[in-house]
């Protein structure tokens, strides 16, 4: 995602009611963003969210089954897995 600082290539325009364009406001400023910030972060991970989603593979039975084998076997440790199971989560910090 560009950066508040990223040079701006292209404009957006977008016409809202005065109700949604006040909530976007209030909320922009619980966070300290402008409101193209806040708007173009909100927009952005949209956007990655409903790609993401958008992932589909298709397997035949024979794939499939051993496809499932393989998630529901139990995980080897490993160093690295273990350093990162260690890793307290960004969100309890």
Known sequence: MATDSAPRETTINLRAP?????LIDQAAQAQGKSRTVF???AAYEKAQ???LDRTVFALDAKRFARFTRILSAPVKSNAA???LLSKRPPWEA
């Open 81 to 83: 897995l273990n350093r």
């Open 18 to 22: 005065s109700a949604q364009r006040a």
């Open 39 to 41: 708007m173009l972060e």
């Open 49 to 51: 969210e409903v790609l």
